[in-house]
């Protein structure tokens, strides 16, 4: 079981050292004008190390996170190579780039949340339905 543990190891620090490099890549270097202020939230690598999964949060909307995640889809090969010579490794993966929405989307589930509690809170309590209570114990003497 160790030789899986530290490849999972080795997995999690690639995938920390790509998220830094291309964040920084993303705030420095590229110069296309379709890539919005943005920065990398994570990189999922997959278990052979062939392929990530690169998840940009940018700033602006809709329109902005369509126009960055084709930018950098546009400039995966640039960023492979900076990759390649910036962590030294014979092989870098292949890059898939996507928005993360998941701030957006907790955001949305804590509106909806607080608009069911508000309604719960001040909706009529619910009449008993007959033949739910117990029947009443008879005195004794």
């Known amino acids: ?28 270097d590229l110069s296309d004008p379709r ?9 999922l690598l997959n278990p ?3 392929s990530a999964e690169v998840y940009v949060q940018v700033d602006g909307g809709p329109e902005a996170e369509v ?19 910036r962590m030294g490794k014979r092989h870098v993966p292949d890059l898939q780039f996507h928005a993360d929405r998941s701030e957006r989307m907790a955001g949305r589930i804590d509106e909806l949340l607080t608009r069911t509690r508000k309604r719960n809170k001040y909706a009529p309590a619910q009449p008993e339905e007959a033949g ?10």
């Open 132 to 141: 739910t209570k117990l029947p009443e114990q008879p005195a004794q003497d």
């Open 67 to 85: 126009s960055t995640v084709d930018g950098l889809m546009a400039a995966r090969g640039w960023i492979r190579a900076e990759l390649k010579d």
């Open 35 to 43: 890539i919005h202020s943005a920065h990398v939230t994570q990189v």
């Open 1 to 28: 079981m160790p030789e899986q543990r530290a490849r999972k190891y080795h997995q999690d620090r690639v995938a920390e050292t790509v998220r830094e490099e291309i964040d920084a890549m993303i705030l420095g």
């Open 48 to 50: 052979g190390g062939k």
